[in-house]
C-alpha cells in the first residue's frame, strides 16, 4: 500500500493560506487598530493592539496540527469531561443493568451508529447496516481476505493502484456509495486455530521427545505471531438512497435493498485487486469485529466458539466493558491502552505498510485509509479553483519581481495535471489515513507511542491525536467508516 505523488491539500487559502473565516478574524481584530491610527488616537491603538494579536493567534495559528481556536474548543470539552466524569465509561452489561441483545451498547462517538439487520443479501444472510445518525449515512462492512503485498514488486503495485482507481470509478457509476475506508489490524495471535488443528490431527504413535519438542516450538513462537485482518465499509448518503428506498418499501428494508446492487458491484473490482469475494458481516459478525478491536485477547474466545460451533456475539456486548479517555493522549479500553496518530502527506510515493510491522510480541497496530469519491461536478470545480489559485499565485510573484520557488512550480504542474485527470474521467478523491499501536495497559505506553512515531516520521508527518485519542480510536480500529469529517460547500 502506497501514498501516491498526486496527493495535495484538501483546500487552499484564499490568501496567505488563510481561509475565508480565518481572513474575517483578521480583519476585525486588524480594522479597529488602522481606525484609531487613522483618527489620530494612537493611544487606544495601541491599547487594542494586544486584543489583536490574541485574536489573530487563535484564528491563525496552528498547535500540533490544529488551529489555535479548534485545540482550545477540544482542550475545555476534553478537561470538562474529566473533571465531571463524563471520560469514563462502563457497559450496561457490567453494571449489572437488563440489556436487549440487539441493541449495541457503545461509548462515545459510537452511540451516534444504529446496527440494524438489513434485508437477506444470498448467501451472506442478513447484512448488518450501520447507520450514522449524524450525517444521517447508510454503510456495511465486510471482511477482506487478501494474499498481501509482501512480495511483489513496483509494477505490481503500480497495478494495485490502477485497480484501486478502477474501485474509485465504478462507485462514482453507481451513484450511490460515495465513502469507502480500508482496515488493516495485525493482532497478536493466541493460537486458538493452530491448537484446534493440532488437536484434530494428533498422531498419537510418536515418541514422548518429539512430542515435548514439538510443544515447546509451539510455546516459543506462538509469543511473537500474528494474525493480519482486513476490513472493508461503504457508505452512501441518505439523500441518494431515500429515492431508491422508498420505491423498495422503505424503512430499514428500503435502504438495504437500496444499498445492495453497491455491495454487489464491488465484488469484480475488488478481485482484480487480488481479494477474495468479500464476507459481508451480519450483526454478530459486526459484533465480533467491534469487540475485537477494543480487546484484542477477545479473539481467541470467539475464534474457539466458532470452531465449537457455537453462535456468535450479539451487538450488547459489542463494546469494551469499560473505557476513559481522561488521559489526554491515552486511550484505555478493557486492560489496553491505545495511542493513535494522523498521518499528513508529504507529496512522495511512501509505503503504508511498514507502519503495520509490530515491534514487540503482544503488540497491535492498526492502519485506517479513508476515501470520499467526489461528485464529477464538484471535482471540476475544485481541480479547476486549484489550478486557478496556483497558476495566478504563481503569476503574481512574477509580475511583482519576486523569486518563484520550485515548490511554486510544482503544485502549478501538479495542479494542472489533476484538471486533466478530472477532465479525462478520472475520479478525484479525499483522503484521510489513522495509525494506532494498541498495548497491554500494564506497560510502558509512551515507548510503543514513540516507537510508532519513528516509523511514521520516516515516511509522513505525524499528528497524534491528543485531546480526542477515543475518536482516533474508532476511526483507526473499529470499521464503522467513521474517520472523514463533513466538508460544507464543496460536495
Known sequence: MTAGSSLRRERLGWAFGLNAPQLGVVALAVAPVLALMAAQNYAAALGWVPVAVVMVSLAVVPIKGRVAVTWLLHWVGHTTGTATGWSSW???????????????????????FQLPDGPPMGEHGRVCLTHDTVEDRWGATARLKFAGIGMIGDEQCAALGRSMGALALSLRASRRVDRFSFYVRTVPDDGATYQAWRDAHQVVDVPPLVRTSAEQMARRWAGGSVVTEAFLHVSAPETVLAAR???????????GYALHPALVGLTDPLAAMGV???????????????????NPAAGGGVTRAHLAGRGGLPLAVAGPVTASSSDARVYAHD??????????????????????????????????????????????????????????????????????????????????????AVAAGHALLR???????????????????????????????????????????????IPVGLGLHRVRGEL
Open 90 to 112: 462502563q457497559s450496561q452489561a457490567a453494571a449489572g443493568r437488563t440489556v436487549v441483545p440487539e441493541n449495541p451498547d457503545l461509548p462515545g462517538v459510537l452511540t451516534r
Open 245 to 255: 428506498a422508498k420505491d423498495a418499501g422503505g424503512g430499514v428494508t428500503g435502504r
Open 276 to 294: 477474495e469475494p468479500p464476507q459481508w458481516l451480519t450483526g454478530q459478525g459486526l459484533a465480533e469485529a467491534i469487540r475485537t478491536g477494543f
Open 335 to 420: 486492560g489496553y491502552a491505545t495511542v493513535s496518530f494522523t498521518l499528513m502527506m508529504t507529496g512522495l510515493d511512501l509505503p503504508f505498510g511498514a507502519l503495520l510491522a509490530v515491534r514487540t510480541a503482544g503488540e497491535r497496530r492498526c492502519v485506517a485509509v479513508h476515501y470520499e469519491v467526489i461528485g464529477i461536478r464538484a471535482a471540476q470545480r475544485i481541480a479547476q479553483r486549484e489550478r486557478q489559485h496556483t497558476t495566478g499565485l504563481r503569476s503574481l510573484k512574477t509580475s511583482k519581481g519576486f523569486g518563484t520557488k520550485s515548490e511554486d512550480s510544482r503544485a502549478e504542474a501538479s495542479a494542472r495535471k489533476q484538471e486533466d
Open 431 to 477: 483522503t484521510s489515513v489513522v495509525v494506532s499501536t494498541t498495548v497491554p495497559a500494564h506497560w510502558t505506553v509512551s515507548e510503543h507511542a514513540d516507537a510508532l512515531e519513528n516509523d511514521i516520521v520516516s515516511a509522513f508527518v505525524p499528528v497524534r491525536l491528543d485531546l480526542v485519542q477515543d475518536s482516533a480510536f474508532v476511526a483507526a480500529c
